[in-house]
C-alpha cells in the first residue's frame, strides 16, 4: 500500500472515529518534541511534532490517529563519488493506533500503545538531487499523562516507528483534551 492510498483511507477512518466519537469519549492530541531518524549514513536529530485525535473504545482502551512531521535533520556524510557531502531527511507519517491506559490515579495515567503508520520521506543529497519513498511500518509507543484540570492532560511519551529502513526515536510532550 502506498502512502498516497494512505490518504485515502486516512480520511475514511477519520469519518468513522467521528461518528464514534458521539457515542464515546474523545481526545483532540497535539505535541512536539525531539526525533532522531536513523537510515544507514542518513538522518539526525531535529525537532518534531504530530496533531491528532481518536477515541476511547473502553473506559481504559482507544484508538488514536495522528499526523507527524519528524523534522529535517541535516547530516554531513562521505559519498565516495561526491566526497563530503550535505544530506537532509524529511519524514512524514499518517499513524493509526491503539491505545491503552493504565490508571496510577485520578490524576496520573500510564500509556502503551501499538498499530501502524503510513510513512513518507524525502532524501536530499546535495549535487546529486531528492529521493523519494513511501510505505508501510510499526509504531509503538508508551508514555504518562497527568490531568491537569477537569478534560485536559499533560502527556509526555516515547514512540518508536519501524518505517521501512528508516528507525525513529520520537520523544514528545504535548496536551490532550478529552470531551464527549
Known amino acids: 500500500m502506498s502512502f498516497r492510498l494512505s490518504f485515502l483511507l486516512g480520511p475514511c477512518l477519520f469519518a468513522f472515529a467521528t461518528t464514534a466519537l458521539a457515542e464515546a469519549e474523545a481526545v483532540f492530541l497535539i505535541s512536539g518534541g525531539e526525533a532522531d531518524i536513523e537510515k544507514d549514513a542518513f538522518g ?24 507527524a512531521k519528524y523534522g529535517k535533520p541535516k547530516k554531513t556524510v562521505n559519498i565516495p563519488v561526491l566526497g ?15 491505545a491503552h491506559f493504565f490508571p496510577l490515579t485520578d490524576s496520573v495515567d500510564l500509556l502503551g500503545r501499538f498499530g501502524m503508520a503510513f510513512w513518507k520521506s ?8 531528492k529521493f523519494d519513498d ?5 509504531a509503538i509507543g508508551i508514555g504518562a499523562q497527568i ?12 514512540e518508536y516507528s519501524e518505517l521501512d529502513n528508516f528507525n525513529v526515536n520520537f520523544i514528545s510532550v504535548g496536551f490532550a483534551h478529552y470531551f464527549e
Open 147 to 158: 490531568y491537569l484540570v477537569e478534560d485536559w492532560a499533560l502527556r509526555t511519551e516515547w
Open 134 to 138: 513511501d510505505g508501510i511500518g510499526l
Open 44 to 67: 539526525g536529530t531535529d525537532t518534531g511534532f504530530k496533531i491528532g485525535s481518536g477515541f476511547k473504545v473502553t473506559e481504559n482502551s482507544g484508538i488514536e490517529i495522528y499526523w
Open 84 to 98: 563530503a557531502t550535505e544530506t537532509s531527511t524529511e519524514l512524514y507519517s499518517l499513524a493509526f493506533q491503539y
Open 122 to 129: 524525502e532524501v536530499g543529497i546535495a549535487g546529486a538531487g
